[in-house]
């Protein structure tokens, strides 16, 4: 007989281990811990900035540093495109202008 066999599933809302963690326990015990990690800062932390900032201010700028996205995508999907495609562009931007000021009346405020 296969060892499969023998095992016994466990009722639906069982746990393998019935004296082990509470359901959430660690999420609670995280979610207080930021939430006293903010009271802190919110009484302590402009306090806290200026003192690194003032005697250590190249430990301040690698703070600063490590919050900056380590990578920013500068680029533009018109970048992609050669000139004819951006003049055609263009073109129609130009002519739904001119259909939008006729529809919506003379003097119509469009950028």
Avoid: C, W
Avoid at 26 to 48: P, Q, W
Avoid at 75 to 81: H, K, R, T, Y
């Amino acid at each position: 007989m296969s060892n499969l066999a023998t095992l016994i599933p466990f009722k639906r809302g069982q746990s393998g281990s019935p004296g082990g963690r509470p359901v959430a326990a660690r999420n609670r015990i995280t979610a207080k811990f930021l939430y006293e990690l903010a009271d802190h800062f919110d009484e302590n932390g402009r306090a806290a900035r200026q003192e690194v900032f003032e005697e250590k201010p190249d430990r301040y700028l690698a703070i600063v540093a490590a919050l900056l996205p380590q990578k920013v995508d500068l680029s533009s999907p018109l970048a992609a495109m050669g000139d004819d495609e951006l003049n055609k562009n263009l073109e129609i931007i130009h002519l739904l202008r001119l259909k939008l000021d006729t529809t919506a009346g003379a003097g119509a405020d469009l950028p």
